[in-house]
């Protein structure tokens, strides 16, 4: 599964690169573009349904909204990662001039409009210098309900002050367990940027890797299945028994 997991460790283009201005809309998109025609034109031609090569999954497009300590940590580990990155922030001067590749920088003033334009499957990170704008971004993102990952950075008693008032707001109290705060895989207890960076990076793959192994094991079922009603040998037995293999 880990190998399945850094299979776009092709993101070659590590070396830093000069940012592009807040104008500049689409570097994200075009950097998923990219790799989608690199792959389909180095892929090998599948031969029959069995053959074992399968089609390298799209990178994570992630919106990491803050660009303090933590975000700048954050985007050097998330440089080396497949995925692209919007990194959004009020404040253009705390943007480095220089940023990984698969990075694009967005100083605006309406970050919920980058929340509703987001593509589907999106990963949130909220940690901004301001707890109203947080739940500005939280109350935005949970309107929404085709992300993959919604994390923001905080306490306990932040995540139990921010259900309230999304409850307040007509969020179903079912759909808490959708936003992950504090953030960050269990067991480090180290707030340096850097060790909460490497924490939330953590997470996101575990997210990806149990996204990529589901599909798989989807994939798995529907060729069995194919296989069987290309054969005429679909019966209630046979899914029962193709079933107690997956």
């Not at 090998?44 to 990491?64: D, E, F, K, T």
């Not at 575990?206 to 989807?218: D, Y």
Request: with cysteine; charged share 20%; glycine share 8%.
């Amino acid at each position: 599964m880990i190998n399945s997991c850094f299979a776009f460790q092709s993101l070659r283009e590590l070396s830093t690169q000069t940012r592009t201005g807040p104008g500049t809309q689409t570097r994200a998109e075009t950097l998923i573009e990219s790799r989608t025609d690199a792959t389909t034109e180095t892929a090998p031609r599948q031969i029959g349904r069995r053959s074992g090569h399968r089609a390298n999954p799209p990178p994570m497009h992630i919106v990491l909204f803050g660009a303090g300590h933590v975000g700048h940590a954050l985007v050097t580990l998330l440089g080396s990662l497949p995925c692209v990155v919007q990194w959004v922030d009020e404040r253009d001067e705390l943007f480095p001039d220089e940023v990984p590749a698969n990075v694009q920088v967005e100083a605006t003033d309406t970050p919920d409009a980058i929340v509703d334009h987001a593509p589907a499957g999106a990963y949130f990170l909220v940690m901004t210098h301001n707890h109203a704008l947080d739940f500005a971004l939280a109350s935005r993102i949970m309107l929404r309900r085709d992300f993959t990952y919604f994390g923001m950075i905080g306490s306990k008693t932040k995540r139990v002050k921010f259900e309230r008032r999304l409850v307040e707001r007509g969020v179903d109290p079912a759909r808490m367990a959708e936003m992950i705060c504090p953030i960050g895989v269990d067991g480090i207890t180290d707030k340096a940027p850097h060790a909460i960076a490497l924490a939330v990076c953590a997470e996101l793959l575990q997210v990806r890797c149990a996204g990529l192994a589901a599909g798989a094991a989807s994939a798995r079922w529907s060729d069995a299945r194919s296989g069987d009603i290309e054969s005429g040998a679909l019966t209630s037995t046979g899914i029962a028994a193709r079933a107690s293999v997956f």
